[in-house]
């Protein structure tokens, strides 16, 4: 079973930086595409970013692309979200999530299959 643990959230300032982490337990990372989604109250969850299995190919939803850029480690098992010029529009909680085996990235959170909690990001103007 795939567990992802995110860490990294908290409270900064509009024009500042946060680097999300999230660390898959098992030891098939490097083969799932990984991916980014955002929650805020009342909202919808939605795409922020993904990844492919081999990191090779990014994709960003408008309203972060040139903000955010997503990486990985594979053998760190660990993907990264680091987001720049952030925005109070950009406060919400970020949940990683892990797509389907070698399968390409997407923006569908339903073809998600393993989530982490989340962890809470806050923007103040």
């Known amino acids: 079973q795939v567990q992802l643990v995110e860490s990294g959230g908290g409270l900064v300032q509009a024009g500042g930086s946060l680097r999300l982490s999230c660390a898959h337990s098992?030891?098939?990372?490097?083969?799932?595409?990984m991916g980014w989604f955002r929650q805020a109250p009342g909202k919808e969850r939605e795409f922020v970013a993904a990844i492919s299995f081999s990191g090779s190919s990014t994709f960003y939803a408008d309203s972060v692309k040139g903000r955010f850029t997503i990486s990985r480690d594979n053998a760190k098992n660990t993907v990264y979200l680091q987001m720049n010029s952030l925005k109070p529009e950009d406060t919400a909680v970020y949940y990683c999530?892990?797509?389907?085996?070698?399968?390409?990235?997407?923006?569908?959170?339903?073809?998600?299959?393993?989530w982490g909690q989340g962890t809470q990001v806050t923007v103040s103007s």
């Open positions: 999530a892990a797509g389907r085996l070698f399968s390409s990235p997407t923006v569908r959170s339903d073809e998600y299959d393993y």
């Open positions: 098992g030891r098939t990372f490097s083969r799932y595409p």
